[in-house]
Nanobody, 124 residues
Framework: QVQLVESGGGLVQAGGSLRLSCAAS????????VGWFRQGQGNEREFVAA????????YYGDSVKGRFVISRDNTKNTVYLQMNGLKPEDTALYYC?????????????????WGQGTLVTVSS
């Protein structure tokens, strides 16, 4: 089974950028769609972005559309989340998740595998 490890989180000022990575091991990563979700303190888990197994299609939550870009490199078994124009409300624990189905706000409770999360803090 695929295992996921996120990295790249940290503290950044509002308006800044970060790039998160989701590195996979085990399994056939190129067969999995991958999504990014986030959960701020006291909030529900929120869909951020998703990418199909081939990388041919991407999807974004309304709150990050136009600022975040999801991509993947199947030769490196890694999915990236480039986050630009960061806002204090982007502060959260960011998780990646993989499944045969494309992750979405509707199916996140049933996704096959999750990483442990990486913390992003945006200061004003």
């Amino acid at each position: 089974q695929v295992q996921l490890v996120e990295s790249g989180g940290g503290l950044v000022q509002a308006g800044g950028s970060l790039r998160l990575s989701c590195a996979a091991s085990g399994g056939t990563f190129s067969s999995y769609a991958v999504g990014w979700f986030r959960q701020g303190q006291g909030n529900e888990r929120e869909f951020v972005a998703a990418i199909t197994s081939s990388g041919g299609s991407t999807y974004y939550g309304d709150s990050v559309k136009g600022r975040f870009v999801i991509s993947r490199d199947n030769t490196k078994n890694t999915v990236y989340l480039q986050m630009n124009g960061l806002k204090p409300e982007d502060t959260a624990l960011y998780y990646c998740a993989a499944d045969r189905a494309v992750p979405s706000p509707l199916n996140y409770r049933y996704l096959e595998v999750w990483g442990q999360g990486t913390l992003v803090t945006v200061s004003s």
